[in-house]
């Protein structure tokens, strides 16, 4: 992603951050608050980023076998099941053993 290199950030004292992963480095090790950082910028990059990851993980399941792909999409399905009961309260549901 050529757009992701030519990003820059110059912080208040003066430091200036080319490139996105360098940007992202700097707010993790606290030299960029990410409050200032312009999110417009920023976002189509996590959403292809976000995108080539599942297209990945989609080609690499497709690869394996039946029964192991079974098992880790049924793993996903209960998370998502999980998450789903966690965010409406249904604290009954999340007790109950699913197999």
């Known amino acids: 992603m050529k757009d992701a290199n030519r990003l820059t950030y110059t912080a208040p004292d003066g430091t200036e951050y080319k490139g996105f992963v360098n940007i992202i480095q700097a707010a993790r090790r606290g030299g960029i608050s990410s409050e200032i950082l312009d999110t417009t910028k920023y976002a189509s990059i996590f959403s292809r980023l976000t995108l080539a990851y599942t297209q990945a993980k989609r080609y690499a399941e497709d690869s394996l076998d039946e029964?192991?792909?079974?098992?880790?999409?049924?793993?996903?399905?209960?998370?998502?099941?999980?998450?789903?009961?966690?965010?409406?309260?249904?604290?009954?549901?999340l007790l109950v053993p699913t197999r």
């Open 67 to 93: 029964p192991l792909r079974s098992g880790i999409r049924e793993r996903e399905y209960e998370k998502i099941e999980n998450d789903i009961h966690q965010k409406a309260g249904n604290i009954e549901e």
